[in-house]
């Protein structure tokens, strides 16, 4: 891999009710007072689904959100050091320097500061497979940088969201080795894996899912310095206080079970821990993953059942390691010592990561294929023990503090997909049957571009 993501960073910066009901769920019918009426019902409460909802109480709509997790931020989330008090960001870590990025956490009293990076930290190169440091290894310097930003400077529409031209362009179709290779990217491919985490292997997936993932707003963002993150370090102090915001309108630890869309408007069934709901709404807002799985219950046509039934996906996971024997500001890099441009094999970690928490290390973990969380935090739990084994690190790890999947990560598709006019068909799919959609799977996993794309939706549906 060559770099964590963290550091990646810090390199680019150096350079009717009963019968409603019943229709929908039979013998479930609810009580008079499980029914809610609403404007839009959000299905996802992550990151997009969150900000979609507080926007479009501010548009003057009434919302319900629907959230299978017990909260708000999806992939956003915090742990709390219960020993020294400190606290750590484990999946989303910066945002962009935008107006409705500062507005948004503005509006609920959460400071931001500049990212400087993490000052006082190494790097140590090691293959996890083997618990070994590759020797005389170290990262390349990223030559071809220039060269990179002029390729996205010829595809600017990729940092918008998949809005393509036809023919879509040869090269972003490209497994992404092939497109480094054409266009002299060999330098900055560790770099570009170190900071693309969770998009599997990278040498394989289209180009156009890369150069999405660090396209121009991120290169811009980190070359001009802007990047942002939270000043108490707790990017979780956002949604906690979405969630007071939104009240009883967020329904956590629930999911849908039954959609009807029909001319008189929808009707959503919900198992919440508090019964049955059923939610009548005029229009519906889905910000999770679009995979079949997601729309089990859902009165899918045919056509939006051919679309989503092309996603496939990759998988990620974030874990908290509590280690001893560590060196005190050193994060471990996980490369191939045999691989090409010596990138970390997948299945298989990322690295440790400094937190700036005493003893505590981030770990990320990435798979093309599918696994367990038990699979996965056995092989986490293996790797760091392997440090010892091997005599690298005299490493002795006290627990997982936090372990949290992931999954699905980075929805994609095949390239003739892409050139078959996929994401028009996916974009086409805006209002049918009353039903919008935002997330990932619409542009790329960062949360301020996301919020942006989202705002530009609510602007173009969700005035009126």
Known sequence: MGVT???????????????????LAPGAAASASGVIRRDVCVIGGGATGTYAAVRLRDLGHSVAVVERAGRLGGHTETFHDPVTGGTTDVGVLIYHDMPLVRDFFGRFDVPLVRYTGQGGTTNHYVDFRTGLVVPGYTPPAPAALPAYIALLQRYPYLDQGFELPD???????????????RHGLESILPLIFGYAQGLGDILRIPAIYVLK?????????????????????????????????????????????????????IQVLVATPHGPRVIHCRRLLVTAPPLLSTFDGFDLDGTERAVFGRFRHHRYWTAVARLTGMPAGVSLVNVGADTPYHLAPLPGLYGLTVTGVPNLWGVKYGSTGPLSDGAVRAAIVADIRRLRTAGSYPVELDGLEIFKAHVPFEMVVRPGDIAGGFYRRLYGLQGRNGTFYTGAAFHTHDSSLLWRFTEELLASHFLS
Request: charge should be positive; charged fraction near 15%; proline fraction near 5%.
């Open 5 to 23: 993501r963290k550091d990646a960073l810090r390199i680019l910066a150096g350079t009717g009710v009963a019968a409603a009901a019943g229709a």
């Open 167 to 181: 023919p879509v362009p040869a090269d972003l179709l490209l497994p992404f080795g092939e497109f480094a290779v």
């Open 213 to 265: 993932n660090v396209g121009l707003s991120v290169l811009n963002s980190v070359l001009t310095g802007s990047l942002l993150i939270t000043e108490r370090r707790n990017n979780s102090e956002l949604y906690e206080k979405a969630t007071a915001f939104l009240g009883a309108d967020a329904l956590l630890g629930a999911h849908v079970t039954r959609v009807h869309r029909g001319p008189q408007g």
